[in-house]
């Protein structure tokens, strides 16, 4: 049977080979990893993964690719970081957990370690506030898009090894996919960062525009995006917008394939909340109806 798509996932952080689960405390899950040897254990399993299509690493192998000599300590040290980090494949050798690969996926794209920055680039677009020219830049683990009064557009985390890497417009481009994608996961009730339940919220802010907000009460990651951009993330909206042969790829999320921007967004109801959004694609006219969890609950088409 062809595979059209395959995940890896391999074992979680603290699990038996029974599948029943383990405690692990986080001070020593992190203390696991208070040296260089096992830092480098954990990277030369990656390593190895990508060298040997997948097959778990040897012990001697292992032991070879980190360059310890002495048997004992390397054991050791290998041990530290079993059942949390590493763990005994089926078949004998060694291979990372799922936490074990995310923490090399961090150092490696530079999370803990690189400072990154890159001047500003000029955009084809305008403030929609001054009309000032737009530009994207780089700072603080974040792609940044500002006007010259600083005006704030689009604001994304994204990690410093794409940003010393690729061009602005490429890092713009994949920090906006990311956002719609955090988007889709609000409206299935998912913390894009931890994946725990959350609840999305449409409110109003200090200027009294409606917002789609939402933060987990676990990891704390928030986010607080216009109604266009909810709005973008919608199956109903993105069929109509292709229809006419645009996407939400095809112009910046702060300029939408559509005329109707936040200014089109109103409330119908307060008690429950009803917000409607009035939506024009070149001669087509979408209505649209959300609900207080930003859920679209009808749209019309005329």
Known sequence: MTTVGEKETPGTAGEHADGESAETAPEDAFGALS??????????????????????????????????????????????????????????????????????????AGRYTDEVSAASTTLDSECSLCGNAVAVAYESSHCVVTCEQ??????????????????????????????????????????????????????????????????????????????????LADPAVAAVCRRHGVGPRDAYLWEPPFVGDDEAVSVADTDPLVVTASLQIEAE???????????VTSVEER
């Open 35 to 108: 040296d260089s040897v096992r830092l480098k254990i954990l990277q030369s399993l990656i390593d190895h993964r990508l060298e040997a299509d997948g097959e778990p690493a040897g012990f001697a192998d292992l032991r070879r690719s980190v360059g310890v000599r002495d048997s004992g300590r390397f054991r050791y040290h290998l041990n530290q970081l079993r059942d949390t980090f590493v763990e005994r494949a089926d078949g004998g050798g060694y291979r990372l957990t799922h936490a074990g690969q995310e923490v090399v996926a961090a150092i490696r």
């Open 150 to 231: 600083n005006h704030p557009m689009f604001q994304w985390p994204v990690p410093p090894n794409l940003a010393g890497e690729a061009d602005s417009e490429t890092v713009l481009e994949v920090a906006q996919l990311a956002a719609l994608h955090a988007v889709e996961l609000l409206l299935a009730g998912v913390c894009p960062e931890c994946y725990d339940p959350l609840e999305p919220t449409l409110d109003r802010r200090g200027d009294d525009s409606l917002r789609f907000r939402a933060q987990c009460g676990v990891c704390g990651c928030r986010v607080d995006s216009s109604v266009t951009l909810r709005l």
């Open 285 to 295: 006219t979408l209505d649209v109806s959300l609900d207080a969890a930003g859920r």
